[in-house]
């Protein structure tokens, strides 16, 4: 299993995500509204995984709630202090928490092997060779292991 590491920016907050393969995991990279506006670019990578796979390993995070055009709550787990992003989760998807990527330490390493919600890329942000599109959220069978669609409680 490969284990990730994620530091926020002033170093208050650690934390690890343990994949389910060997294999370094790739970045979904989002061009959602909502991941522009809280991350502060153009688009975010996100890892599609379960709860349990994060444990954090130094400080304690806060979470702030949205609600999303499905009127669905999302809580983003943040440092308190300079508020970089550890993970994000929508309560339709169950355990399932889209982990931000960019923050983790082996970013710069990972490839990126998808792109959702790609009807809202800016026009200059370029497609990534190789990766693949889809138009909005990733459809339940592209998702993989951890990434599936979980029933509503």
Request: hydrophobic share 30%.
């Amino acid at each position: 299993m490969a284990t990730l590491h994620g530091r926020c920016h002033c170093g208050d907050l650690e934390w690890t995500v343990t994949s389910d393969t060997r294999a370094l995991p790739g970045h979904t990279i989002c061009h959602c509204r909502s991941c522009k506006l809280l991350g502060g670019g153009p688009f975010c990578g996100i890892l599609l995984t379960s709860i349990s796979a994060i444990r954090f390993e130094h400080g304690t995070p806060k979470v702030y709630t949205y609600y999303n055009s499905e009127g669905n709550g999302v809580h983003c787990t943040f440092c308190s202090i300079c508020t970089t992003h550890a993970y994000h989760r929508d309560e339709s998807r169950g355990d399932e928490v889209q982990v931000r990527t960019f923050p983790l330490l082996e970013a710069g390493i990972m490839g990126v092997d998808k792109e959702i919600n790609v009807g809202e890329r800016f026009s200059w942000v370029k497609k990534v060779d190789g990766a693949k599109s889809f138009k909005s959220w990733i459809p339940a069978v592209a998702r993989g292991r951890h990434g599936r669609r979980l029933s509503r409680n």
